[in-house]
């Protein structure tokens, strides 16, 4: 379990210092939103390592998406 929550902390702290700025610029930055998003049950990541240290990932999702009270469409979402 506490490597689990390193891994959160480390892929967090990736996304954040790479995209929290973009983010603040056009969506708004919400942390507690992006956090609970990432960490989701539904979600999934690929890490990489280098040692001991988290360089990259890529964040998967597996939802149902629903636009304009369209029909929910199985969707994926990918960020990496």
């Not at 996304?15 to 049950?41: C, I, Q, V």
């Not at 990489?48 to 304009?68: C, I, P, S, T």
Request: hydrophobic letters at 40%; charged letters at 35%.
């Amino acid at each position: 379990f506490s490597r689990r929550c390193h891994a959160q902390e480390a892929l967090f702290e990736l996304f954040r210092s790479n995209m929290e700025e973009l983010y603040r610029s056009t969506w708004g930055w919400d942390r507690e939103e992006k956090h609970a998003e990432m960490f989701a049950d539904e979600s999934r990541h690929i890490v990489v390592e280098q040692g001991k240290r988290v360089v990259g990932f890529a964040h998967l999702r597996f939802v149902y998406d629903e636009e304009d009270g369209e029909a929910a469409v199985p969707s994926r979402w990918v960020w990496g």
